[in-house]
């Protein structure tokens, strides 16, 4: 075996769940050492343990449908459309009305919000194009920023 062989090989061993990777890196071992120790590594974590990932299932999902997977409705998601700006949002009006700071209200309400509210909009037409129909069902059920409200 040679090196040239080493994309077809990790290509097959990403196919197999980890214990089929263990067994061909094993055979591998025996007929070519070098080239095995390079297949593991390349299919190794940061940590040099075999890969965790499941990647025949990743690829089995990449390959059944070329349409991305609907939007999430679980946790947060199943309120907003845009948890983290909300979240933001009652951060930064929280801090303002800790100190008291009336001004600091003003700002968040004329100044912070408006911005996430247009920074998520500009998002949302990414995701438009991204989920299509999905997508749509899931803006008509779900608020873009703040439950119940917008």
């Not at 909300?86 to 009336?102: C, K």
């Amino acid at each position: 075996m040679s090196d040239e062989r080493l994309p077809e090989l990790f290509e097959e061993a990403s196919a197999l769940h980890p214990d089929g990777r263990r067994q061909l890196l094993d055979r591998l071992r025996r007929e070519s050492p070098a080239l095995a120790d390079e297949l593991a590594r390349l299919l190794a974590n940061p940590e040099g343990e075999p890969s965790p990932i499941d990647v025949p299932a990743i690829a089995r999902h990449l390959q059944a449908s070329d349409e991305p997977p609907p939007p999430e409705r679980v946790g947060p998601y199943r309120l907003v459309r845009h948890p983290i700006y909300f979240g933001l949002l009652l951060f930064t009006l929280g801090e303002a009305f800790s100190f008291g700071s009336w001004p600091a209200v003003m700002i968040v309400l004329s100044g912070i919000a408006p911005t996430f509210a247009w920074r998520a909009r500009a998002e949302e037409k990414l995701l438009s194009r991204t989920f299509g129909d999905g997508y749509a069902a899931y803006r008509r059920r779900t608020r873009m920023i703040v439950p119940y409200l917008c």
